[in-house]
C-alpha cells in the first residue's frame, strides 16, 4: 500500500482539471492571481498568510505551494515558521473559544436534573 493518499501534482491532472471545467478554472486564475497581487498588503505577508491558512484549512498541496512563493517572494524561513504558528494558535484558540458552548450545555444540563 504504498499509494499516496494525495496524488502528486502533475501536468496530467492539470489538464484534467483544465478540459473539464475550463472557465471555472480561467476564473479561479484570475481570481487568484487578482488576490495575491502586490497592494495594500504587500505580496510576501499574503504569501505569509496563506502559508498560516493552508495550515489551518491542512491542504498540502496548498501548504507547499504558498511556502515556496512565501520564499520566493523573500520571507525567511523564520517567518514562514511564526506564520505557522500563528495558525495553530488561532486553531487552538477556536477550540478554546467554543468551550463555551460545552460549559453552557452542561450547566444547563444540571438546571434539568
Do not use: N
Not at 9 to 14: F, G, I, P, R, V
Not at 54 to 68: D, E, L, N, R
Not at 71 to 86: N, T
Amino acid at each position: 500500500m504504498d499509494t499516496p493518499i494525495y496524488p502528486p501534482a502533475s501536468a496530467e491532472l492539470a489538464r484534467k482539471r483544465r478540459e473539464l471545467a475550463p472557465g471555472p478554472l480561467q476564473a479561479f486564475k484570475a481570481f487568484s492571481a487578482a488576490v495575491f497581487a502586490e497592494g495594500a498588503v504587500p505580496a510576501v505577508t499574503k504569501q505569509l498568510i496563506a502559508v498560516a491558512v493552508a495550515h489551518v484549512t491542512q491542504c498540502p498541496y496548498c501548504i507547499k505551494g504558498h511556502t515556496a512563493e512565501a520564499l520566493k517572494q523573500g520571507a525567511s524561513e523564520q517567518q514562514i515558521m511564526e506564520a505557522i504558528w500563528v495558525a495553530a494558535e488561532m486553531r487552538a484558540g477556536g477550540a478554546y473559544a467554543h468551550s463555551a458552548l460545552a460549559l453552557d450545555t452542561m450547566q444547563h444540563a444540571h438546571r434539568h436534573d
